[in-house]
């Protein structure tokens, strides 16, 4: 399957998917008392209902959820059950907000990249502590990326109460980005950034490193039978499962900071809405394909846009379309489970890459 057979395969999918999506919504409105018509009107406006709503809302949420989800299928790909790219994201952000300190009077051409540089760092350097702790003492990595979303989460409250706390100390967040330092806006009165192009640039390169580079071909092979990688392949199994944490880390990394410098401007408690863990969900439906990622983080961008619309306008709670989110996610795996197992016939490659 080419690429962009899989691409178009994906998008055609995440059509049906939302299409889905709003009828289970529907179905759960009218079970918990709420008008249909009010309630996905409010939906559909905030998240395709104007120019602002696409560009500012569903777009925007679109890239960080693409960059963690790729970082979940590099993991997944490798075999690897990483959780933790909302810690790993949150750590990113977290260094991109320690390093802005130091850029004072630093155009942004030199000053986004030294911020998203350090927030890839950080993100990998989390993820190799999950690592670490597999390949040196057999921790499952289910486990460990967990409690490191936890840590993460309070390191994050610790830094803007104490060492990133705003000089007034009232706020328990960090100063403002300076104007300066900002991701460029792409389109003037609307909050689409230079994030999305790069982010786009980034599934691209995934995509072809998995595709075309003997190092992808390694992971895919470790992911697919790690014995058989070892024994016929003579691949350095650990080696490799160890750079792929480190990979799964930066791309979660990245997203914290590309979040930071081109949306929040600031650090704070609850920064990431949950994110990580929704780009679990992301590239699960996206078969773990790096192009499929951009679809399916559009859809959850979307249904998270609309989310928000739906609460603020009609007064449905967010949470509904949560629990749409996750009977998707048990429906592709269902529909995976009953499918004829493709896999046996066209191996490592069925997912295009």
Same mark, same amino acid.
């Given at each position: 399957?080419?690429?962009?057979?899989?691409?178009?395969?994906?998008?055609?999918?995440?059509?049906?998917?939302?299409?889905?999506?709003?009828?289970?919504?529907?179905?759960?409105?009218?079970?918990?008392?709420?008008?249909?018509?009010?309630?996905?009107?409010?939906?559909?406006?905030?998240?395709?209902?104007?120019?602002?709503?696409?560009?500012?809302?569903?777009?925007?949420?679109?890239?960080?959820?693409?960059?963690?989800?790729?970082?979940?299928?590099?993991?997944?790909?490798?075999?690897?059950?990483?959780?933790?790219?909302?810690?790993?994201?949150?750590?990113?952000?977290?260094? #991109?907000?320690?390093? +802005? %300190?130091? !850029?004072? *009077?630093?155009?942004?051409? @030199?000053?986004?990249?030294?911020?998203?540089? /350090?927030?890839?760092?950080?993100?990998?350097?989390?993820?190799?502590?999950?690592?670490?702790?597999?390949?040196?003492?057999?921790?499952?990595?289910?486990?460990?990326?967990?409690?490191?979303?936890?840590?993460?989460?309070?390191?994050?409250?610790?830094?803007?109460?104490?060492?990133?706390?705003?000089?007034?100390?009232?706020?328990?967040?960090?100063?403002?980005?300076?104007?300066?330092?900002?991701?460029?806006?792409?389109?003037?009165?609307?909050?689409?950034?230079?994030?999305?192009?790069?982010?786009?640039?980034?599934?691209?390169?995934?995509?072809?490193?998995?595709?075309?580079?003997?190092?992808?071909?390694?992971?895919?092979?470790?992911?697919?039978?790690?014995?058989?990688?070892?024994?016929?392949?003579?691949?350095?199994?650990?080696?490799?499962?160890?750079? #792929?944490?480190?990979? +799964? %880390?930066? !791309?979660? *990394?990245?997203?914290?900071? @590309?979040?930071?410098?081109?949306?929040?401007? /600031?650090?704070?408690?609850?920064?990431?809405?949950?994110?990580?863990?929704?780009?679990?969900?992301?590239?699960?439906?996206?078969?773990?394909?790096?192009?499929?990622?951009?679809?399916?983080?559009?859809?959850?961008?979307?249904?998270?846009?609309?989310?928000?619309?739906?609460?603020?306008?009609?007064?449905?709670?967010?949470?509904?379309?949560?629990?749409?989110?996750?009977?998707?996610?048990?429906?592709?795996?269902?529909?995976?489970?009953?499918?004829?197992?493709?896999?046996?016939?066209?191996?490592?490659?069925?997912?295009?890459?």
């Amino acid at each position: 399957m080419t690429a962009w057979r899989a691409f178009a395969a994906t998008t055609a999918r995440v059509v049906v998917l939302l299409g889905l999506a709003i009828a289970m919504l529907a179905v759960l409105l009218i079970i918990t008392g709420h008008d249909v018509v009010p309630a996905l009107s409010a939906m559909v406006r905030g998240a395709f209902g104007s120019y602002y709503a696409i560009t500012s809302a569903t777009i925007v949420r679109m890239v960080p959820l693409a960059l963690a989800g790729l970082a979940v299928s590099v993991a997944f790909r490798a075999g690897i059950l990483n959780i933790g790219a909302e810690g790993q994201l949150l750590v990113g952000a977290a260094a #991109a907000t320690a390093i +802005s %300190g130091a !850029l004072g *009077g630093v155009s942004w051409v @030199v000053g986004i990249p030294v911020m998203l540089v /350090a927030g890839a760092i950080a993100g990998g350097a989390w993820a190799a502590i999950a690592g670490a702790l597999r390949l040196r003492f057999g921790v499952l990595e289910v486990i460990s990326t967990i409690m490191l979303n936890f840590v993460a989460q309070y390191l994050t409250g610790w830094l803007v109460r104490g060492p990133l706390q705003e000089p007034t100390r009232v706020n328990p967040q960090s100063v403002t980005l300076a104007p300066a330092l900002q991701m460029p806006v792409l389109l003037e009165g609307t909050r689409l950034h230079a994030g999305v192009l790069l982010v786009v640039l980034v599934a691209i390169a995934v995509w072809w490193w998995l595709r075309s580079t003997a190092s992808g071909f390694r992971l895919r092979a470790v992911g697919a039978t790690p014995t058989a990688a070892a024994s016929a392949g003579g691949i350095d199994v650990p080696r490799t499962i160890f750079g #792929a944490f480190l990979l +799964s %880390g930066v !791309l979660a *990394g990245l997203a914290g900071s @590309v979040e930071y410098t081109g949306i929040t401007y /600031a650090l704070y408690e609850n920064f990431s809405p949950g994110y990580g863990y929704t780009a679990i969900a992301v590239a699960l439906l996206a078969r773990l394909h790096p192009l499929g990622v951009l679809a399916t983080a559009l859809l959850f961008g979307a249904l998270e846009a609309g989310a928000n619309a739906m609460q603020r306008d009609a007064g449905v709670p967010s949470v509904v379309v949560s629990v749409v989110e996750a009977l998707l996610i048990l429906l592709v795996l269902a529909a995976d489970r009953w499918r004829p197992a493709r896999a046996d016939r066209t191996g490592i490659d069925e997912t295009g890459t």
